[in-house]
């Protein structure tokens, strides 16, 4: 199992710190007291004990913890563990130090009988009174398991558990990174998606108004063609963006309002306001067409006065855009409702919750308001 570099430069540095410890601590003594003398029997007698604890670490990381934290298979996980803390214990208990062996035996002091004191050699006997003997007093056999080999077992399952900790860590903050990437791969194709969509059908209304305007006035559908080729131009090189500045967009806007205004006479009252001059703050391109372009398909009557107000005001890092129409008298029958839906899941991708869009459709006016915050 792969680990990353910063799960292996804290095993690094942990076992470092364990096997200079020794070092330091004799260097310490000796310094401080001047009949000891610098051995290094001793630092070598705790190294060892090290490299068994060590040597575990080894088999438990690279081979008993992956069988829990990578292959989730538990039962054979404790198993397998359980079966390492009887070995150690027993292999603790085999190698335990000369010093444990005599723990039951009475210190020597105790082991003097009475007689021998040399101040009771003189001492006549007592009549009638029985001293125990206890020069001959049988020794207590050492215990199986000594308080070193209990200890020496819960050291051993702490440092498994908290290499376990460790990798579970590392493991989730993984996990958690591969998640983060593909929920942003899976944004990033949602987002090219529905710009692929939006792309299409806005170029498919503003063709339609070419064709219009080339049987009514063939010079304003030639100026029609040149405040085209300035929108395909920010389509081409600003739409697939994330961001675009606020100034682009709203210059877009007003090409394409320009462009409307040629094809209705002065039965459709258009008013555009828009802020002359903005912030350098970034806004998502194509994010607000969908509504004007709504707007003129179903709010323009040829009958009847009818009217397309657009405003849009930013401040405070946030932009606020209404637009208010007219309705017709007689509804648009074109298939319809693809941009509206892709602004939503645009929205939706983009900001989460920090938006909002208010729609109101009446008998007679249809409005949208949005407020989105600025990058």
Known sequence: MKQSRQENLIYIVVWSLLFVAPLLSLYVRTTNDVNLVFDWMEVFLVWQKCAVYFLLFLIHNFFLAPLLVRGHKRVLYFSI??????????????????????????????????????????????????????????????????????????????????????????????????????????????????????????????????????????????????????????????????????????????????????RYTEKVKISLDLPRETSDRQIPPLILITFIENAFKHGVSYQHDSFIEMKMDVQDEQMRFTCRNSKADVPNQDKGGVGLANVRKRLNLLFDCNYTLNIKDTSDVYSVELTIPLQ
């Not at 020794?139 to 558990?161: K, Q, R, T």
């Not at 990033?188 to 339609?208: A, S």
Request: proline share 8%; charged share 25%; hydrophobic share 35%.
């Open 81 to 262: 563990v359980a079966v390492v803390l009887v070995t150690f214990a027993c292999f603790q208990c085999n190698n335990r130090p000369k010093g444990d062996e005599h723990r039951g035996e009475r210190p020597p002091m105790e082991q003097m009988s009475r007689s021998e004191s040399p101040f009771d050699k003189h001492e006549p006997p007592l009549h009638g009174r029985h001293e125990p003997h206890r020069g001959h007093r049988p020794s207590m056999p050492p215990p199986i398991v000594g308080e070193h080999d209990i200890l020496a077992v819960m050291m051993l399952i702490l440092m498994f558990g908290a290499n376990v900790g460790i990798k579970g860590y590392f493991r989730s903050r993984d996990d958690r990174k591969r998640l983060a990437a593909l929920e942003k791969q899976n944004l990033e194709q949602q987002l090219e998606y529905l710009r692929y969509q939006i792309n299409p059908h806005f170029f498919m209304n503003t063709l339609n108004n070419i064709h219009a305007l080339v049987d009514i006035d063939p010079a304003k559908a030639q100026e029609t063609i040149v405040e085209l080729s300035k929108m395909m131009r920010f389509v081409l090189y600003e739409g697939d963006k994330r961001g675009v500045p606020l100034m682009k967009e709203l210059e877009f806007i007003r090409n394409y309002v320009k462009l409307m205004r040629l």
